[in-house]
């Protein structure tokens, strides 16, 4: 396992989380990028309830995950995930078109896809009981529809975006894999089987059990 208290990369990921976000916790990107390349990191939680002053100046909003390496300081799970697929060609190829088209499904996927899938998070979780919701589902998940119809074309018979599994992979996995218990998902045969192969990935396994065990061994304490 990568995870080495030595280890010079820290990741910061929360302690605890309500049940419904387990597993689904956005340190769980650059964990499956370590997990991928063998690549040993170290763990700093902080709560999610009670976050530190000193975190808000890593992370301006108070998210995580951020990272450490060495000298260097990081947020956002994609700054995280460029990061260290700068490391090992694995993620992210060395040849300038191979390159390219990594780093190019990578940006989409935060930002022609995982807007929608965010909306359609707080819409079915947070905001559900609200009649603007109500209103608001059926545009959004049209609009969302005629993304991942893009997508399903572009993916076609390939197994992963650029060809090879990549750092891209990691991102558009762990974005798609929020709706694939959605109809979103679920009427598109190619990206439900995507999404499934990049979960049966033992990197992916691994970290997130890694995640998984971070909870389990820090249950919030009763009232």
Same mark, same amino acid.
């Given at each position: 396992m990568p995870i080495n208290p030595q280890a010079p990369l820290e990741i910061t990921a929360f302690n605890w989380v309500p049940d419904f976000a387990q597993g689904f916790v956005r340190d769980l990107r650059p964990r499956w990028a370590c /997990? /991928?390349?063998g690549l040993d990191y170290n763990e700093r939680l902080i709560s999610a309830v009670k976050r530190a002053a000193s975190h808000f100046a890593d992370q301006p909003w108070g998210q995580v995950p951020? $990272?450490?390496d060495g000298d260097i300081h990081l947020f956002e799970s994609g700054a995280i995930l460029l990061h260290i697929a700068e490391k090992d060609e694995r993620l992210l190829p060395r040849d300038p078109q191979g390159r390219a088209t990594v780093l190019s499904w990578l940006f989409a996927a935060f930002n022609s896809i995982e807007p929608s899938f965010f909306e359609l998070g707080n819409i079915d979780v947070f905001s559900k009981e609200e009649q603007w919701a109500e209103l608001r589902r059926p545009g959004l998940v049209g +609009? #969302? %529809?005629k993304r991942l119809d893009r997508l399903d074309e572009a993916l076609g018979d390939k197994p992963w975006l650029a060809g090879d599994f990549s750092v891209a992979d990691i991102a558009m996995v762990t974005i798609l894999r /929020? %709706?694939?218990e959605d109809a979103v998902i679920k009427d598109r045969p190619r990206l439900a089987a995507y999404v499934e192969r990049g979960m049966a990935r033992p990197a +992916?396994?691994?970290a997130l059990s $890694?995640? #998984? $065990?971070?909870f389990a061994a820090h249950p919030p304490k009763a009232a």
């Open positions: /997990e /991928e390349i951020t $990272a450490k +609009f #969302l %529809g /929020e %709706g694939k +992916f396994e691994r $890694a995640q #998984l $065990a971070v």
